[in-house]
């Protein structure tokens, strides 16, 4: 499964990309505007951040088919063909998606709410759809099942897609689609960090540092002792 860093701040994607095993990076428009700089100045720093190979994805902003499709050529011309165009999915999204397909412009389905959607968005040649799991649960819905259940239509149906899972809360909606075999979640990275924040595990590394000095000195590691 891909981790992607679900944000625009250059300074947070380093650090994550330090500690942890990132494979690229999403933005969307409201992300792009925390950061309150021309978006392709913003967006340029992360492509020169993370290499030309990794993947970033970057929304069209325009509701119509043909000016998201405009949007998808620019965007790829400016960032490169490692960059995926965002493209929600309504029946304007669906009709930009199809003709990029044939165009050969790599996209995928976003602002997923329905699995419906998610299998539409698919079926037009998306490499990704992203169902947003915790926007879902706050409707009152169960959004880590809608996204099983686009998993599912896409791999019944033998599609050529996957998931790339966005809008998370805590840990556990991450884990439960890991599990589950997901092609891809993005996350912020507030969320990346508390994958693996616990108490216990702090504890645990703190008692066998002690219990080491205790051997062989205080400050001594297995380089010096
Ligand atoms: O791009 C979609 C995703 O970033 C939404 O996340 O946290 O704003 O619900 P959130």
Redesign the pocket.
């Known amino acids: 499964m891909k981790l992607c860093i ?1 944000h625009a701040d250059i300074s947070k994607i380093r650090h994550i990309y330090e500690f942890y095993p990132a494979d690229g990076v ?3 428009p ?2 792009l505007a925390k950061t309150g700089r021309p978006p392709y100045e913003v967006l340029k720093e992360i492509r020169a951040f993370i290499g030309t190979d990794a993947e970033l ?1 970057v ?1 069209a902003v325009s509701g119509k088919a043909e000016t998201m499709a405009e949007e998808a050529h620019r965007i790829v011309r400016e960032l490169g063909d490692t960059t995926l165009v ?1 493209i929600p999915c309504t029946p304007e999204g669906f009709k930009a998606m199809k003709q990029l397909k044939k165009e050969g412009i790599r996209f995928i389905g ?2 997923i709410y329905t699995a419906m959607q998610g299998y539409l968005a698919a079926k037009c040649g998306a490499e990704y759809v ?1 169902p ?4 879902i649960d706050n409707m009152g819905f169960d959004g880590i099942q809608v996204a099983k259940d686009i998993h599912d239509a896409i791999k019944g149906s033998g599609l050529d897609s996957g998931l790339l899972a ?4 805590n840990s556990q909606q991450v884990l439960e689609l890991t599990k589950y075999g997901v092609k891809a979640v ?1 996350a ?1 990275p507030d969320i990346i960090e508390v994958l693996v924040k616990n108490a216990a595990i702090d504890a645990a590394i703190d008692q066998f540092t002690a219990d080491f000095y205790e051997l062989a000195g205080e400050g001594r590691t297995m380089a010096d002792c």
């Open positions: 679900d999403s933005t969307n409201s992300i994805f929304q965002k976003t602002a992203a947003y799991i915790n926007r966005a809008s998370f809360k993005t912020a």
